[in-house]
């Protein structure tokens, strides 16, 4: 979408200074747009224990989650540098949520180490875990709720969850195995703005949670109802009405659990910062080739959504208002033609040493970056609520390219050591 009001108003007049001073590319985020986000959530959930546990995944920034984890937030981490990374901002306990998919026995021993809460995404860990930790939760699988946003895929092929007619069973399991305290995880909306779908996805969970508590015997200490809830990519979209879901959660935890009172907590990575970022770029190149393309300095190692599943976001040329309209296609630099930020988009006249931003590029934009062609991914900048730019992660250099090649080859099988190697060097013949 268009910037948001308050990011653009502290944007703006700093925009040209930073660009002169700094270069191009880089993504920038909006400390005041995301503490505001975060507090909205929290005041929308007033009363009832609630808390948000944003998905590192999502903006692995050691600065936004220090600054998320000041407000209260938790964090939601799905692999060992993830915890690690929480660790390393003082997130401890059930701070972290642990909701990982394939986790190896050893990735669980790490997460039990930390004190986090565990997700159980199916019962084969459960089984092969020498130790539970004193809370389980599964991960309950999208099929047979009301999933459906497109970016989850075919519930029915997910590889995501525990089956539900086999979830009272692994409860079972584990309380048969000594576990006294118990939560639900179920995530079944991926950048859901229907209010109306990430809020019947949601209450499904509480309702099977009610379901199996009372079947099994167990008291539900929390339920995670995930992330996934959108952002208006779109100039037409409209924004997610938080407020309106919050209340269907709290409505159905209270039907659901009259006696209990389970704790609600959240994930959510896209809906907290997605919209707080933008990546700042500048026009290189313009030229025709059936289409009208620009070229501009940043690639889709910066921002690999648009290339990778369409996903569109908003661009614009902020100094280039007045200027003829027409439709060009906006491409990075990558030997890929899928390379493209836009396609068949109406800009203003855009000219070679023009500042565009790509749009709502806070949530799964650097954090998806990858260094294919050796277009390293770009800096990352902050504006802090003083009004400050400050960088919190340098753009990356030819050394951090070649950081992990070794430049002398460490043995890790020695031909020498092998009989049937040294058999055939003796007779000459090729092993
Ligand atoms: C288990 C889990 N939780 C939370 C998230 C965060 O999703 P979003 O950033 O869309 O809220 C994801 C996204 O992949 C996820 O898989």
């Known amino acids: 979408m268009p910037i948001a009001d308050g990011f653009e108003r502290r944007l703006r007049p700093l925009l040209e200074e930073i ?26 959930f007033a009363g009832v224990p609630y808390r948000q546990h944003f998905a590192v995944k999502a ?46 026995p050893q990735e669980y021993e790490l997460a039990l ?44 092929a997910t590889k995501f969850g525990v089956p539900v007619p086999e979830l009272a069973d692994a409860y079972r399991e584990a ?17 859901e703005l229907d209010v109306d779908r990430a809020a019947r996805a949601a209450v499904d969970v509480i309702e099977l949670g009610a379901r199996i508590a009372e079947d099994v015997g167990i008291t539900l200490d929390y339920i995670n109802v995930g992330g996934g809830l959108g952002i208006p990519y779109r100039p037409e ?18 039907r659901c659990f009259p006696r209990s009172t389970p704790r609600i907590l959240m994930e959510c990575g896209r809906y907290v910062t997605g919209p707080h970022g933008v990546l700042v770029t500048r026009v290189v190149n313009r030229c025709s080739k059936g289409q009208e393309i620009v070229g501009v300095d940043a690639s889709m190692s910066a921002l690999m959504r648009p290339g990778f599943y369409g996903a569109y976001h908003h661009v614009s040329l902020p100094f280039a208002a007045g200027r003829p309209e027409s439709r060009y ?26 500042i565009a931003l790509v749009h709502d590029t806070g949530a799964h934009g650097h954090a998806m970056g990858f260094t294919y062609n050796g ?26 390219y070649v950081a992990t090649v070794r430049t002398q080859p460490v043995p890790v099988l020695s031909a020498a050591a092998r009989p049937a190697a040294r058999t055939a060097r003796a007779t000459g013949e090729q092993e």
């Open 113 to 156: 180490k930390t004190g986090a809460l565990i997700t159980f995404d199916d019962r084969s860990l459960l089984d092969r875990a020498d130790t539970l930790p004193e809370t389980v939760a599964f991960r309950v699988s999208p099929h047979g709720l009301s999933a459906g946003s497109r970016l989850m895929g075919d519930a029915k």
């Open 175 to 191: 309380r048969r195995r000594g576990v006294t305290r118990f939560g639900i995880h179920g995530m079944t909306c991926a950048n």
């Open 329 to 354: 296609d906006v491409v990075g630099s990558l030997c890929e033609n899928m390379d493209k930020f836009a396609i068949d988009r109406s800009l203003p006249d855009p000219r070679v040493g023009d």
């Open 375 to 400: 277009r390293l991914r770009p800096a990352e900048l902050l504006l802090t609520p003083d009004g400050d730019v400050v960088e919190i992660r340098r753009a990356e250099r030819f050394e951090d």
């Open 59 to 104: 903006l692995p920034n050691p600065a936004v989650l220090s600054l998320l984890l000041a407000e209260g937030s938790g964090l939601d981490c799905a692999s060992p540098v993830e915890l690690e990374l929480a660790r390393s901002v003082g997130a401890g306990g059930d701070d972290v949520v642990f909701t990982s998919n394939n986790t190896t």
């Open 237 to 254: 979209d409209r924004p997610f009405d938080f407020t309106a879901y919050a209340d269907a959660i709290v409505a159905a935890r209270r």
């Open 19 to 44: 660009v002169a001073v700094y270069g191009t590319p880089f993504h920038l985020y909006d400390a005041r747009g995301i503490i505001d986000t975060h507090r909205a959530m929290a005041a929308a």
